[in-house]
């Protein structure tokens, strides 16, 4: 008996086909390979999310209206592609690979749209530095995080190791243990698990969700 093929997790063919694009034709115009474009269209392996973002671009449409799914969309995190309207602080830079000092500044701020300030006045922006999240966040993406936002199991989330080092990661829980996920393209990056009972673990406090995401400057085709 022959077996049905995966499911596509994303819109990107029915998208691509109201643009009135072929295949090949989008394929050139973005300059995915061909049997790339394919393979993400049927469901076989997750675009990443620069390809995805040109492919928006190209396709005159959001980047949310071609998923289906949060296969790779972080978890409750909103693309901003709305012309911003209010700025809201930048904080320092936060790692998306091994932990860093979270480095703070002051003075400097990114617009956002109203509505995001309104639905979470108490957020601020966090630059991100490393390729351990780089799926979702190239480096230099500005992601906002809300302190006042439960960090549910595998939303993405800002944790604190030892009070100083920040981190980016996915986060899950399994009884006393946190696992912060990477994702990256990056095979080199693995999961972390810290046990709390353990005498001997760093200490770990979650910070905030994220909630929003701003691309760097020429990210965008």
Known sequence: MPTNPRTPQNNMGEIRRQAGYTQKEAAEASGIPLGTLRRWEQGQNDPDMGSLMKLADLYHTTLDSMLISRQVM???????????????PVVGRIAAGTPREAIYQTGETHEAPESLWEAHPDGFWLEVSGNSMNRLFPEGTLVLVDPDEEVRNGDVGVVFVNGEDATLKRVYYDGESVRLHPESHDPEYQDRVIDREDPDAPDVRVLGRAVAYASPEGWRA
């Open 74 to 88: 972080p978890g409750n995190v909103i693309p901003m592609r709305r012309s911003p309207s209010h700025p809201m």
